[in-house]
Structure formats: structure tokens, C-alpha cells
């Protein structure tokens, strides 16, 4: 009962001052679009982040003399290695012909290059929990001492080079988002304390007639909780469609999963708390005074 008695006096409140109401309702949907498209950048960001580790490999090149015998012994060597998850081999002729699929439209380059000069190698791929730029150099350093072996590949130092910027750009992003969630209550807080003096005159009769200090506080706290869940429910919306829409041209891209969604919801209501929380405060130090 008394529930619904402050969702209701929170609802009159926010009808009673519109105009701050909608000022505070675009700010605070604009604040959370920033935070929600932030975290839905860094979420893809690392995305691509762990699907370029994925295909992260070692190519190992085995030299010209080297026979069936010997890439096959070379191989059993390679499955043995803690690190590795598979290994694919590549003979000669399959690496012959993917090089003369890719550059069928210059057949002139490939009559200039004569015979098959294509070693063959084996693709290994290493266990997910190992794929990164430590265990891939370890292993190739390994390798390259095999007598069989005429080098190492590791590449995918790209890749490195894109972890440590998306790594530096989540911090970036945890310091703007602390900034902007620490914007939004003191928005709320703000939108509050107008509030309060909207209804200065009728606080004043409530508090002659004996209402205790949280009785008067707590519309005020729901209201906060309305503005503040409203528009991050509204801005999360639009955020997912713009992801969505980015994802049907760039097949890349994928929307924030239930879970993100949920904490950022989770999020806008305690900052909402905080701010209506600070902001009712107001209440008992206008009416002690």
C-alpha cells in the first residue's frame, strides 16, 4: 500500500515541474546513450580481440629435402608439444594450388615464377588457454631447432598490437564512464533538489502535520528511480537498434549480450538511487532550518 502511495506521489511530482522533467529525462537519456554505446564499442572491440586470437597459428615451413618420412615424424614431434591444440598439414601441391586460386587473374605472375617453389608446412594451432604472443614466440623458437624445420611463422603481431590498444582504450573507457555515472547523480541529485523546492510550501504542511522525515523523502527517492530507469531503459533500446543495424552490414558486429544489458540496468538503478538518495537529503535540512 505504501508502495504504491510514493510510485504515485513520485508520478504526480515529475506531472507537477514538467519542464524540469524533460530537461533532466534528455540529459540522463543522452548520459546513458554515451555509457551504453561505449560499452557496446568495447564489448565488440574485444570480440574481435578473441576471435583474431582464435586463428592465431604457427606455420611451420620444412626444408626443400625433406620427404614423407620426415614430415611425417616432424608432425608426430609437433602433437606431442604441450602447447599445441591440431595440426593441419600443407603439402607442396595444395600450397601450389591456393597460391594459383588467389592469383588466377595474373596467370602470367605464376608462369614467371617457373616450378613449384612452395615448401611444405604444417598449420598449428595452439590450445585456447595458450594462444597468445608469449606461448606463440616460445613455440616457434622451439620449433625452428628441429633440423627438419626451415623456419617458423608466427605473425599475428597485428593482432598483439590491436590487444594492447582495445587494453588502454577499456581504460579509457572505465575513466569516462566513471565520470559520465558520477554526471548522472549529480543530475538526479540536481533534478531533486528543484523538486524539492517546487514543493517547498507543501513539505512545510506535511512536516506541521507530523509526517516523518523518510515519509516526505521517499517520493522523492522514487522519482529519482522513475527519471533515472526510464531513460536508460529507452537509451539501451536505442543503442541495441543501432548495433543491430550496424550488425546486418558488418557481420562482425553483434549486439551487447543479456547479461551486459542487465548489469547496465543494474547500474542506472543504483546511480539513480544514489542521486535521489542524496538529493531527498535536502528535505530534512530545508525543513530543520
Known sequence: MRLSFYIAEAWR????APGVALASAFSLFAAWVVLAGTADA????WRFVNAANA???LIVLMKDRS???????????????????????????????????ELGAEPSMLEAV?????PASWRVSLKPELRDAVHLKRLAETVRQYPEVQDALTGGEWVDKLEAWVRKLTWVGFG??????????????LTIR?????????LRVLRLLGAGEWFVRMPFVFEGLILACATSILALVAVEGASRLLAGRWSDWAGMPLGLDLA???????LGAVGSLAGSAAVGRRESA
Do not use: H
Not at 511530482?13 to 507537477?16: D, P, S, W, Y
Not at 524539492?196 to 510550501?201: A, F, Q, T
Not at 547496465?264 to 543504483?270: K, N, P, Q, S
Open 13 to 16: 511530482g515529475l506531472k507537477r
Open 42 to 45: 568495447l564489448y565488440n572491440g
Open 55 to 57: 586463428r592465431k597459428e
Open 67 to 101: 620427404g614423407a618420412e620426415e614430415d611425417s615424424t616432424l608432425g608426430a614431434r609437433l602433437k606431442a608439444l604441450d602447447e599445441v591444440g591440431s595440426i593441419t598439414y600443407v603439402s607442396r601441391d595444395s600450397s601450389w594450388a591456393q597460391l594459383t586460386r
Open 114 to 118: 617457373g616450378a613449384n617453389p612452395l
Open 176 to 189: 569516462f564512464g566513471g565520470a559520465v555515472a558520477l554526471g548522472v547523480v549529480v543530475l538526479v541529485m
Open 194 to 202: 528543484l523538486s524539492i523546492m517546487v514543493r517547498s510550501d507543501v
Open 264 to 270: 547496465f540496468l543494474a547500474l542506472a538503478l543504483v
